[in-house]
């Protein structure tokens, strides 16, 4: 399949739009079930305004939050494929800026020391744009985040020590989700990344946080940690918005790499309670939207 660059252009304004306004499905079962489970009054009733202002959202076709984010795109390209890499990044981020000029949302992107804003979501390295391959047959899936700083803010990479263990592992989590406190419109979705060099924990933590909430950690350790991490962090009681109560988190969630013998990266990043994301598959039939 020869990919169609002007469906790829197409596809990257739709996605960024879709991310703003639509809240996946996931996410909005993940509220449910934590709204079944708080023992807090007033928590009970933050996650209520939680989902009553996403409702009113999508009704009035608004955005779920006003930051717009930074732009992350990651595409999977699936075997026979034919695509100029060159020409599919133009097209992504093409596509990005048409997104912010077509569309009345604000523009968060600037130039890190002058702070000029080009005004199309777009600068320097940005959008971000991750490419890898997939099994899938002459399919090419782009998937959009718009990350919000809120939540990109509270980022954090720690080299533990090899000899400190699982243990090391759990106390930085827990000090990370501490420390962030409301600042990330809990509850959120931690990201822990195990492993690696320091720059891939840190995108394992980022492609944790991104991930669906229900899904697991294809390793069967990193599955385990996950579970202990998520029982242990709504433990805090630090509750929707900072606020108090149980529903600090919807989910941890963990990926893990290989590392070298004489160190052990652990990255945290997290996503706020609007974890939106968006995606779309395309093949010589088409393209299809989702999550």
Known sequence: MKVDLKQVEEAAKELY??????LPPDIKQGFDALARSERDA???????????????????????????????????IGRG????????????????????????????????????????????GIPVINVDFTDATETLTLQMVPKGSGSEN?????MAIPADGVDAIKTFVVDCVLQAGGNTCPPTIVGV??????????????????RPLGTRCEDAEGAKLERALTEAVNLLGVGPQGLGGDS?????HVETAATHITMNPVAVNMQCHSARRASATIRASGVEYGY
Not at 48 to 55: H, L, S, V, Y
Not at 96 to 115: D, G, L, Q
Not at 193 to 209: E, I, N, Q, W
């Open 154 to 158: 509270n980022s954090w990479l720690k």
């Open 17 to 22: 739009i879709r991310a703003l306004k639509l």
């Open 81 to 124: 494929v034919e695509v100029d890499g060159v020409a599919l990044k133009e097209a992504i981020r093409s596509g990005c800026a048409r997104s912010t000029r077509e569309h009345p949302f604000r523009s968060s992107i600037v130039h890190p020391t002058t702070r000029v804003n080009e005004q199309t979501s777009c600068g320097r």
């Open 248 to 252: 600090t988190s919807f989910a941890v």
């Open 193 to 210: 990344g195990v492993g690696g060099t320091a720059d891939l924990c840190m995108h394992l933590a980022k492609s944790a946080a991104t």
């Open 42 to 76: 007033g928590a009970k009733r933050i996650l209520g305004t939680m989902m009553r202002n996403i409702t009113v959202a999508e009704d009035t076709d608004n955005l779920l939050c006003q930051d717009t984010g930074i732009p992350v795109y990651t595409v999977l």
